[in-house]
């Protein structure tokens, strides 16, 4: 039997149905980087390999803790873990224009699962030192200056430059999904069983991609060139420096994780002698930076151009800042949970826009050692903010030293806000010339030149 309708309520059927589209239409456009099948491989894969892998940083951090009872151990650690990635970065770099990216990531997630087994077993044998913990950590350090430029420039190998925006936000989401999960199972094991499982299964989420990253078939070539290494790697510091947009954003990047990320080296102190929440608390604490950063990295899924991304850097890095501030003034748990969250939204933000926007600037031929140092100035500069932070906590006490790191990312913040009109004209036109080159859609050249 046929229903008749009035003409409102066709009229408001109508309009359902268009707002049903619409909401398809929406997540179809956040998750439009998963139509090809290397990329769901890799987003599988690594899904269940970062929850492992926040396991770990979690359990080690407490570790430390646990073992010394020291901020400048703790920062000690985390500048062991990441100065290599500084060190190490332009090579890992060049070796990434140079060599098969696919078979770069395969052998880093190996030599990462190999060493989350030492440290397991060393800790569930309860022979475990704190120099093991650092020669492992830096030795792992190694391993992410090859694996970060060689993964950061293998996404458009996997998805080509149209869907490249999505496929950054999306593994920032991954990434920062495991972020939640990750710490807050971590804590309740630490709690219950010690910290030598949480290793264990790091070491074997590894499996997951290692087999994901095996049934792909993606097409990385080798790229055979004349320069030396040397030279190579020169080229790409020279790229940087002379392009105004890219250098003005790793500045900013290289700043903030100086002075703004010790604060997760220090939320071992924060969780146990300030907000007294224990091993439990911190995996709380981590998961609920890990939500911010993930609310984050979906806004930028949503997201179809690169028109005003420049503004978002700047407003999120204050955002940041201005969240920090708040956060360390605190004493109370819950209200702590509460402020990381603008704390992981903003930081994660400004990461995944700043990388978009550089992907978006750099020909492929420069793609590995350019994203080789914005893994220096991202996760590079950070030892060093740990290091620095841990002897300063040491001295200031870790609620100054994490409002002092604030406040400087809110300073940062202003001074890339007025070099944005500068630079702006000049990232259109970067990004023109690659789109072009890529004969890459219309849109994506029509965002770039729009005010």
């Known amino acids: 039997m046929s229903e008749s309708r009035t003409p409102i ?85 060049m070796t990434a224009d140079r060599v098969n990216r696919r078979h770069i990531v395969i052998s880093t997630q190996v030599a990462s699962m190999l060493l989350a087994f030492v440290l397991a077993a060393l800790t569930l044998s309860h022979k475990v030192q704190v120099w093991h913990v650092f020669v492992l950590a830096s030795l792992l350090g190694v391993v992410n200056a090859f694996d970060i430029p060689g993964r950061q420039s293998f996404l458009v190998d996997m998805v080509g430059k149209e869907d490249l925006m999505n496929a950054i936000a999306l593994n920032s989401s991954m990434f920062n999904g495991a972020r939640v999960v990750g710490p807050a199972v971590a804590g309740i094991l630490v709690a219950r069983i010690g910290e030598g499982w949480c290793f264990f299964a790091n070491a074997v989420s590894y499996i997951a991609v290692i087999i994901g990253l095996l049934l792909m078939k993606v097409h990385s070539p080798a790229r055979a060139l004349m320069a ?67 609310l984050g990295a979906l806004t930028l899924a949503f997201r179809e151009g690169v028109k005003g991304l420049g503004r978002w850097v700047a407003m999120c890095c204050a955002g940041f800042g201005g969240s920090l501030v708040v956060f360390a003034i605190s004493h109370s748990f819950w209200v702590s949970v509460i402020l990381l969250l603008p704390v992981g939204y903003t930081m994660m933000l400004q990461m995944a826009c700043s990388n978009t926007l550089i992907q978006v600037m750099v020909p492929d031929a420069l793609r590995g050692r350019v994203m080789a140092v914005y893994s220096m100035m991202f996760m590079g500069m950070a030892p060093i903010g740990a290091l620095f932070g841990g002897a300063l906590a040491d001295r200031l006490g870790v609620q100054v030293t994490v409002a002092i790191g604030g406040l400087a990312s809110v300073a940062g913040a202003a001074w890339f806000w007025f070099q944005l009109p500068k630079i702006r004209v000049e990232a259109r036109r970067l990004i023109v010339a690659q789109a072009s080159a890529g004969g890459e859609p219309s849109e994506m050249t029509a965002q770039a030149v729009e005010d």
Do not use: C
Request: net charge positive; glycine share 14%.
């Open 9 to 93: 309520e066709a009229n408001a059927a109508a309009n359902g149905g268009e707002a049903v589209s619409a909401r398809g239409s929406r997540w179809q456009v956040a998750g439009r980087a998963l139509r090809h099948r290397n990329f769901q491989l890799f987003f599988s894969g690594q899904l269940i390999s970062l929850i492992g892998t926040w396991m770990q940083s979690v359990a080690q951090s407490w570790l430390v803790y646990r073992l010394t009872g020291s901020a400048l151990l703790l920062g000690s650690v985390g500048f062991a873990s990441q100065i290599p990635v500084f060190l190490f970065a332009p090579l890992g770099g």
């Open 228 to 294: 030396s290494p040397l030279e190579h790697i020169m080229e790409g510091f020279r790229f940087v420096n002379r392009t105004a947009p890219i250098r003005a954003l790793l500045m900013l990047l290289g700043l903030v994780s100086l002075v703004g990320m010790p604060y997760v080296v220090l939320m071992p102190i924060f969780a146990d002698k300030i907000l007294h929440g224990g091993a439990r608390g911190l995996g709380i604490l981590m998961g609920a930076t890990g939500v911010g950063a993930l």
